[in-house]
Protein backbone atom coordinates (compact mmCIF):
# COMPACT_ATOMS: atom_id res chain seq x y z
CA UNK A 1 0.00 0.00 0.00
CA UNK A 2 0.83 3.44 -0.43
CA UNK A 3 2.50 6.09 1.89
CA UNK A 4 0.14 8.95 2.44
CA UNK A 5 0.51 12.62 4.39
CA UNK A 6 -2.20 14.85 4.52
CA UNK A 7 -1.15 18.58 5.78
CA UNK A 8 -3.81 21.71 5.46
CA UNK A 9 -5.98 21.77 7.94
CA UNK A 10 -6.45 24.56 10.73
CA UNK A 11 -8.77 27.27 11.98
CA UNK A 12 -11.08 28.94 9.88
CA UNK A 13 -14.12 31.12 10.21
CA UNK A 14 -17.47 30.33 8.67
CA UNK A 15 -17.71 30.94 5.64
CA UNK A 16 -14.20 30.92 4.72
CA UNK A 17 -12.30 28.59 3.00
CA UNK A 18 -9.30 25.80 3.72
CA UNK A 19 -7.27 23.67 1.02
CA UNK A 20 -6.03 20.20 1.99
CA UNK A 21 -3.03 18.30 0.39
CA UNK A 22 -2.47 14.73 0.36
CA UNK A 23 0.97 13.27 -0.61
CA UNK A 24 1.34 9.66 -2.13
CA UNK A 25 4.11 7.41 -2.13
CA UNK A 26 2.69 6.14 -5.45
CA UNK A 27 -0.42 6.04 -7.69
CA UNK A 28 -3.48 3.56 -7.08
CA UNK A 29 -6.42 3.70 -9.29
CA UNK A 30 -8.65 5.90 -6.96
CA UNK A 31 -7.58 8.78 -3.90
CA UNK A 32 -10.52 9.73 -1.65
CA UNK A 33 -11.33 11.94 1.62
CA UNK A 34 -12.81 10.81 4.63
CA UNK A 35 -13.68 12.29 8.10
CA UNK A 36 -14.39 11.83 11.09
CA UNK A 37 -15.38 13.52 14.81
CA UNK A 38 -16.07 11.92 18.00
CA UNK A 39 -18.21 9.19 18.15
CA UNK A 40 -19.26 8.95 14.36
CA UNK A 41 -17.98 6.77 12.10
CA UNK A 42 -15.91 8.15 9.58
CA UNK A 43 -17.77 9.47 6.58
CA UNK A 44 -16.98 9.36 2.92
CA UNK A 45 -16.33 13.23 1.49
CA UNK A 46 -14.87 12.83 -2.48
CA UNK A 47 -13.00 10.51 -4.40
CA UNK A 48 -11.21 11.13 -7.54
CA UNK A 49 -9.61 8.14 -10.16
CA UNK A 50 -5.89 9.58 -10.55
CA UNK A 51 -6.76 8.34 -14.70
CA UNK A 52 -9.27 10.61 -15.75
CA UNK A 53 -9.95 12.70 -12.65
CA UNK A 54 -13.79 11.65 -12.23
CA UNK A 55 -15.20 12.68 -9.47
CA UNK A 56 -17.72 11.37 -6.38
CA UNK A 57 -18.91 13.55 -3.44
CA UNK A 58 -21.34 13.22 -0.76
CA UNK A 59 -24.16 15.34 -0.44
CA UNK A 60 -23.97 17.88 2.41
CA UNK A 61 -20.26 18.88 0.71
CA UNK A 62 -21.74 19.12 -3.24
CA UNK A 63 -21.20 22.92 -4.64
CA UNK A 64 -19.03 23.45 -1.61
CA UNK A 65 -16.35 21.24 -1.78
CA UNK A 66 -13.54 20.14 -5.13
CA UNK A 67 -11.46 17.01 -5.32
CA UNK A 68 -8.38 17.67 -7.70
CA UNK A 69 -5.17 15.73 -8.06
CA UNK A 70 -1.62 16.69 -10.09
CA UNK A 71 -0.35 13.81 -11.13
CA UNK A 72 2.76 14.82 -11.71
CA UNK A 73 3.40 15.49 -7.75
CA UNK A 74 1.23 12.43 -6.77
CA UNK A 75 -0.82 14.52 -4.80
CA UNK A 76 -4.55 15.19 -4.27
CA UNK A 77 -6.13 18.29 -3.21
CA UNK A 78 -9.29 18.95 -1.29
CA UNK A 79 -10.86 22.49 -1.58
CA UNK A 80 -13.31 23.21 0.82
CA UNK A 81 -14.96 26.47 0.41
CA UNK A 82 -18.53 28.28 2.22
CA UNK A 83 -17.15 26.18 5.74
CA UNK A 84 -19.73 25.20 7.82
CA UNK A 85 -19.10 24.71 11.78
CA UNK A 86 -20.84 21.02 11.17
CA UNK A 87 -17.48 20.56 8.76
CA UNK A 88 -15.48 19.97 11.98
CA UNK A 89 -13.46 16.79 11.63
CA UNK A 90 -10.53 15.10 11.16
CA UNK A 91 -10.11 14.55 7.90
CA UNK A 92 -8.12 11.47 6.29
CA UNK A 93 -6.53 10.82 2.81
CA UNK A 94 -7.30 7.41 1.78
CA UNK A 95 -6.11 5.30 -1.36
CA UNK A 96 -8.05 2.44 -3.12
CA UNK A 97 -6.55 -0.09 -5.18
CA UNK A 98 -9.79 -0.62 -7.55
CA UNK A 99 -12.57 1.25 -8.43
CA UNK A 100 -15.12 -0.28 -6.48
CA UNK A 101 -16.69 1.10 -3.48
CA UNK A 102 -14.91 4.34 -3.23
CA UNK A 103 -17.66 5.84 -1.43
CA UNK A 104 -17.22 3.40 1.81
CA UNK A 105 -14.51 2.79 4.14
CA UNK A 106 -14.00 -0.57 2.64
CA UNK A 107 -13.37 0.16 -0.36
CA UNK A 108 -9.20 1.71 0.86
CA UNK A 109 -6.69 0.30 2.34
CA UNK A 110 -4.39 2.81 2.59
CA UNK A 111 -4.95 5.82 5.20
CA UNK A 112 -3.08 8.96 6.50
CA UNK A 113 -2.21 10.25 9.82
CA UNK A 114 -4.97 12.88 9.64
CA UNK A 115 -5.74 16.20 10.00
CA UNK A 116 -7.66 18.73 12.24
CA UNK A 117 -10.28 21.29 10.37
CA UNK A 118 -12.29 23.40 13.03
CA UNK A 119 -14.62 25.70 11.48
CA UNK A 120 -15.86 28.82 13.82
CA UNK A 121 -18.58 30.02 14.54
Known amino acids: QVQLVESGGGLVQAGGSLRLSCAAS?????MGWFRQVPGKEREFVAAISWIGGSTYYVDSVKGRFSISRDNARNTVYLQMNSLKPEDTAVYYC?????????????????WGQGTQVTVSS
Open 94 to 110: AASPTIVAITTKGGYNS
Open 26 to 30: GRTFT
